[in-house]
């Protein structure tokens, strides 16, 4: 147990918590200010905790691995589609949490509701990186948004390609092009295709 809790005592998990401290009190401090400028203190709550973790966080990324490296030198391989589930599992919780909070000590107050809710759900997303040990700036990296940077088709079969592994337009080893041949008639980009 000691081993567990001293891996996460580092400075990405430091920055896990100024994430969740940064998003928690300017989304609280959004549903106490009055409106419009409740709102305006939300967008800027969401922007100023992505920048806070994003840039005090050192993360180098490997094009050729696809992988971060965080600052104490650990390999992780995270796609951003994993945060938005990771958010939107952290809403249903923090609602269930809060409804039960509230139903068994009977809170009256939506505003202390509101505080409960916003502190659940700004709290497990940076709990799941710290349980982890990985930042949660890797989710604001645009590398984890857009993968490894090659460029990929999706295929009838259902599968992924790579570009590299199509036969387009080359003659090598007696191969035919996709693109000339009449024996590819029935694709659309082929010269012998017609309508």
């Known amino acids: 147990m000691q081993s567990f809790i001293k891996e996460r005592l580092n400075k990405d998990n430091f920055w896990n918590l100024m994430f969740f401290l940064a998003f928690f009190i300017e989304l609280s401090l959004g549903y106490i200010t009055p409106q419009p400028f409740g709102g305006i203190i939300f967008w800027f709550a969401i922007i100023g905790a992505i920048l806070l973790v ?8 490997d094009k050729e691995k696809s992988e971060f490296t965080t600052s104490e030198g650990n390999k992780i391989q995270k796609a951003g589609l994993l945060f938005i589930w990771l958010l939107i599992i952290s809403f249903f919780l923090s609602a269930g949490i809060v409804g039960l909070i509230t139903e068994w000590v009977s809170i009256k107050s939506s505003l202390l509701e ?10 497990l997303p940076p709990l799941y990186c710290i349980i982890k040990n990985f930042p949660i700036a ?3 990296k645009k590398e984890a948004w857009i993968g490894n940077g ?12 790579d570009n590299s592994n199509h036969n387009f337009d080359t003659r090598s080893n007696n191969q035919e092009s996709m693109l000339t041949s009449p024996r590819y008639s029935g694709l659309s980009c082929n010269i012998h295709h017609h309508k």
């Open 114 to 123: 509101q505080l409960l809710f916003a502190f659940f759900f700004t709290l």
């Open 54 to 61: 994003k840039y005090n966080s050192h993360l180098i990324f």
């Open 138 to 140: 890797v989710y604001f």
């Open 150 to 161: 090659t460029k990929e088709t999706y295929s009838a079969s259902g599968k992924w390609r």
